[in-house]
């Protein structure tokens, strides 16, 4: 479904990306792992579009990557990204006159969730902790091919995180894909299917969560340990 | 795009309200001057509405280019450039909504224009008297105020040109800065030196353009810089696709 062939990302002297290949498949939740500056984020916003590789090419349905795949993916990027005027309704109704994926009555029940319910304050006016739950809320609410989640649950208080990954598991349907970066593995853990460990922008290791726990005999928290002590 | 437009004039609402606030205070100025017939308020009006007047048509091109360069230079551009919208719907709203401000500023701009007119005129028996001299010597050079209107509307018309074709020269600057040269120190100098380069290579080439004899009268002389105008647009035009093409497969945000 989603294909990452040769991916290479550098920033003058600086390789973001060495070379990454990668194949998502539809219908699992996928963990994509690594420490800061591993890639992942670069990697997330290729498969956007909001960056462009310096080489490889990334194609949804064998469509690369355009207006025409943008419809079908949904991004929550680690920055706030929302225009300052807006409220969490204005925010609601930019992603209903955008993406026809957008579901409006699972958005506003998120916002009731997650206590960001008062449709008129606006985004400038929220704390970090709130703006880190709207921006879930909005990426999740589109039911979209491939969501890609950058860092969901930094900043958000343990019953915000449970709601998100509830939301998440309730939600998924074998038509989506959900690609998760997180540095709190452990509670990705739980509810993904596959697990991609990305290190100074190569994949060092991926595959079926469960095969690599049986591989490695290690949990795939353990797994990270692992890899990314070395 | 025509989505994108409504945010985007929306993102501008409250520069461009302030603005126009402050033009309708100083017409009410301008009105209760003349219907009080109070010459030095009226003169003190008519100049600060002149000033206003740029100062519009200042915050249009600066409101246009601000609004670009804020979305190359900050995460608010991840709200635009993630939706399904093409490089050229994107700048093409943000042409598109400087351009219902153009059309809205040049209307405004004309009403108030005859209506300041035809009150003076009739408050001012001096002015109506001016007016009358002026005519008689307008006729006898073979103008009519038919011809005059035309002027002042190729006037905007001229003016809006130029200024959207330096919008796009500099939308093409900082879209250079923001793909060529953006791992570069200092490309927003660059980006500046760039915009100032393009503008003095479209006036070079503007200045070997020959004049064209076209009609007579006011109509001749309005129009014999055509080809000029047509380069504007021309420029215009390229700086619009190089801008959206650079952006497609060059821009990372």
Known sequence: MLKCEGIVKKYMSCTAIQNISVDILPGKIYALLGPNGSGKTTLMKIITGLIKPTQGKVTLDGVSVSPATKAHVSYMPTENYFYSYM?????GNFYKDFYEDFDMNLYKKLLV????????????????GMMAKLKVAVAISRRSA?????????????IAREKIINTITENFNPSTTYIISSHLVDELEKIIDSAIFIKDGLVVESGDAEALRQTYDKTIV???RQIYAE | MFKLMKYELRRNLTAIIILYTLIFALEAYALYSMFAKDQRGTAIAFVFLLFGGFAVIML???????????????????MTFMTPTSTYGIIGSKLLSTGIIAAFTTIIAILLIVLDYNIFISQFAEAKNTEDILTQLATS?????????????????????????SICMAYLAITLSATAFANKKFRGIISFLIFLVLNYIINKIAGYLPVVEIGTGVLNELLHPILSYLLSIVAMIGAFLGSAILLDKKVSL
């Open chain 1, 113 to 128: 969730d997650l206590n960001l319910d008062n449709s008129k304050t606006k985004v400038s006016n929220m704390s970090s």
């Open chain 1, 146 to 158: 491939v969501t890609l989640l950058d860092e969901p649950l930094n900043g958000i208080d343990i």
């Open chain 2, 141 to 165: 050079m073979g103008y009519d105020v038919s011809a005059l209107l035309i002027s002042v509307l190729v006037n905007f018309i001229v003016l809006w040109i130029n200024l959207f074709t």
């Open chain 2, 60 to 78: 249009v091109f600066i409101v246009a280019i601000q609004s670009y360069s804020k979305e190359l230079g900050s995460k608010y551009s991840y």
């Open chain 1, 222 to 224: 353990d797994m990270y």
């Open chain 1, 87 to 91: 409220t969490t309704k204005d925010i």
